[in-house]
């Protein structure tokens, strides 16, 4: 299953790069790129301190693109 | 999940790991030149020696799964992940060279150069999976 993520985006409005946004959440500049490029998808805890430090709730960042087709048929 | 996860469990791995390959390389080095210097080598001291080469190298494993259990949750899976092809990579050279000695093949080769083996596909499966600053 692919979840797909808006943290670029928000990230660039912000004007942080990836190593100042990876060590507000306490990770490696490596996991930030590999979330933001749908490498890698962040555990719930991750998940929930991306939210909290973007001031936005998990469904905003985070779009599932299964549910999104199932609701589209 | 703390504040600076990764960076602490880097500075620590690196703390101990620096030191451990220093240890490794002098006890190595001066180890067989000291014997060398020795005729006939006192078999007590070869073992000695031995020992003391091998206690640096578990030591290094120790750190390096210590780094994958406290760093951040995505350099863990890429860590693990190396683990685990380093495992599978070196497996596979000991059964492989295992059976073409078996079946006379191939002359013996010195078990000990398997444990390099390891680290070097550790580290290559590491640096393919995540890319240089998880490795």
Known sequence: MLVKNIIRTLRAERGWSQAALADQLGVSRQSVNAIETGKYDPSLPLAFAIARLFEKSIEEIFDDETEAQLAAQ | ?135
């Open chain 2, 1 to 135: 999940m703390t504040q600076q996860t990764f960076k602490s469990a880097k500075r620590r791995y690196h703390r101990v790991f620096w030191p451990l390959m220093i240890v490794y390389a002098l006890v190595v080095i001066g180890g067989s030149f000291g014997l060398k210097q020795l005729d006939p080598e006192p078999q007590w001291l070869q073992a000695l020696l031995a020992l003391a080469c091998t206690a640096p190298v578990i030591g290094t494993l120790l750190v390096m799964m210590r780094y994958a259990e406290e760093t951040d949750e995505y350099t863990r899976m890429v860590q693990l992940r190396g683990f685990a092809w380093g495992g599978i990579l070196t497996v596979n050279a000991i059964f492989t060279v295992g059976f073409l000695q078996l079946f006379h093949v191939i002359d013996k080769i010195e078990i000990f150069w398997f444990g390099p083996l390891f680290f070097i596909a550790y580290g290559l499966s590491t640096f393919v999976i995540g890319g240089r600053q998880c490795s």
